[in-house]
């Protein structure tokens, strides 16, 4: 079973730019969680979503944005990148029916915003 | 409302000593607990879980970590450590109360093995 897909692996951007970043979950996962890491703030929660529906997000302003398609693909979008913005941004799902909490992450898409 | 607390935020240990990554949660539920690990530009990998049962519960590589209900602990222990398990560790909670679990991450703990 291929385990959770993100392309691309690595970007560069400058300021002012947006990028998309995609996530293809386990097959069977209907939920992805979407998550920034940086050195400094460590690991951060932006959004998840099941089913084409955001259920939960986190505080983050609204340049940060997701979606979920029909398939349990998942992108995510930042708007106007800022500096600040250069981070490892990781997805994860986790599997329908298995309520514990348990995820499954990708190897993550690592973003430079210069 | 649940929250993880990594008090160390760096353990440095020589190669083939003993380790201890502390993580203490708080939760008005009952809860699920892991432990995660990621190695340098990678996603995070389960390295093991507690759901019910047995408090000690044995992972990959060697760890294994003990549930105390009392102390609201789930620390982390490896009685060896190799230069391979230099990485980043997080502890991580969600509630046992059916429905919807929201996962909640502690900030991580760096083991620097030493040779």
């Known amino acids: 079973k291929a385990g959770v897909t993100q392309t691309p692996r690595y970007l560069i951007k400058t300021r002012g730019q947006q990028v998309t970043l995609s996530c293809s979950p386990i097959?069977?996962?209907?939920?992805v969680s979407w998550y920034q890491q940086t050195p400094g703030q460590g690991l951060q929660f932006l959004f998840e979503?099941?089913?084409?529906?955001?259920?939960n997000k986190g505080n983050f302003p609204g340049r940060f944005s997701g979606r979920q398609f029909s398939n349990s693909r998942s992108e995510m979008n930042v708007s106007t990148l800022e500096l600040g913005d250069s981070a490892l941004y990781l997805c994860?799902?986790?599997?329908?029916?298995?309520?514990?909490?348990?995820?499954?992450f990708g190897e993550g898409s690592r973003l430079t915003v210069l | 409302a649940q929250s993880v607390t990594q008090l160390d935020s760096q353990v440095p240990v020589f190669e083939e000593a003993p380790v201890e990554l502390r993580c203490n949660y708080s939760?008005?539920?009952?809860?699920?607990l892991f432990w995660y690990v990621q190695y340098p530009n990678q996603g995070l990998q389960l390295l093991l879980k507690?759901?019910?049962?047995?408090?000690l519960v044995k992972g990959i590589n060697g760890f294994e970590a003990e549930f105390n209900k009392s102390q609201t602990s789930f620390h982390l222990r490896k009685p060896s450590v190799h230069i391979s398990d230099t990485a980043e560790y997080f502890c991580?909670?969600?509630?046992?109360?059916?429905?919807?679990?929201?996962?909640?991450f502690g900030t991580g703990t760096k083991l620097q093995v030493i040779p």
């Open positions: 979503y099941f089913s084409e529906t955001q259920r």
């Open positions: 994860a799902s986790r599997p329908t029916g298995l309520n514990t909490g348990e995820l499954f």
């Open positions: 097959s069977g996962h209907r939920s």
């Open positions: 939760s008005s539920v009952s809860v699920y």
């Open positions: 991580a909670v969600s509630p046992d109360s059916g429905g919807y679990q929201k996962v909640t």
């Open positions: 507690y759901l019910s049962g047995s408090t």
